[in-house]
């Protein structure tokens, strides 16, 4: 079985433009987290959906935002990229029972100049 | 805010000993707990998780210890490998919110594996 799928893997933005991330997740999940992992930290909370809602964000600007598709694959929009935009973006799938394990993608990474 | 954190940013290790890579996290509220293994370019790699109900877990060549008492977290590697080094995070959520796929993570220790 395939794991979780992020595209592309990398990508490079001038600031102002905006970009969407992809992410798949496992076959039969329906739950979708993504992150910002900034280079030498750990990967800080942006976004989770649930069934195609939106079930919690992070401290994290209006620029940020995502959707959920039916079928459970997602997106994450960055609107008026800045520099400090500039990180790895990881996307985590899991099952939505009471011990669950988030698997993550390879992540994005995004270079914004 | 609350947040989790590692004593130690960096662990060097001699291949063949055990590792133990420590986690302090401070949301008393938390009840599940995740180690993770990063490798350079690469997303986390979920190694072995813990509920706040048990004391400890045993995985291959790993182990997870929780002292809720005093809120701490460890993983311990045993017969460490150079296929182990790597950056390990810790992190935590609260199962029993609507935030459950909410996990905070620590900075990360740095494991170097020497021949």
């Known amino acids: 079985d395939a794991g979780v799928t992020q595209s592309p893997t990398h990508l490079i933005k001038t600031r102002g433009q905006h970009v969407t991330l992809r992410c798949s997740p496992i076959?039969?999940?329906?739950?979708v987290s993504w992150y910002q992992q900034v280079l030498g930290q750990g990967p800080q909370f942006i976004f989770q959906?649930?069934?195609?809602?939106?079930?919690g964000r992070g401290n994290f600007p209006d620029r940020f935002s995502a959707r959920q598709f039916p079928n459970y694959s997602s997106e994450l929009n960055v609107n008026a990229l800045l520099l400090g935009d500039s990180a790895l973006y990881l996307c985590?799938?899991?099952?939505?029972?009471?011990?669950?394990?988030?698997?993550f993608g390879q992540g994005t990474r995004l270079t914004v100049v | 805010g609350e947040s989790v954190g590692l004593h130690l940013p960096t662990l060097s290790v001699q291949e063949g000993d055990n590792s133990i890579i420590n986690c302090a996290y401070s949301?008393?509220?938390?009840?599940?707990f995740i180690w993770y293994k990063q490798e350079s370019g690469k997303g986390p790699q979920f190694i072995i998780d813990?509920?706040?109900?048990?004391d400890k877990r045993q995985g291959q060549r790993v182990t997870v210890l929780l002292n809720k008492t005093v809120k701490h977290l460890s993983l311990q590697i045993a017969a460490t490998q150079p296929g182990d080094s790597a950056v390990y995070f810790c992190?935590?959520?609260?199962?029993?919110?609507?935030?459950?796929?909410?996990?905070?993570f620590g900075a990360g220790t740095q494991v170097v594996v020497t021949p």
């Open positions: 985590a799938s899991s099952t939505w029972t009471g011990n669950t394990e988030a698997f």
């Open positions: 076959s039969g999940h329906k739950s």
């Open positions: 959906y649930y069934e195609k809602e939106e079930r």
């Open positions: 949301n008393s509220a938390s009840d599940y």
């Open positions: 813990i509920r706040s109900n048990m």
């Open positions: 992190a935590e959520s609260n199962m029993t919110t609507d935030s459950w796929g909410k996990l905070q």
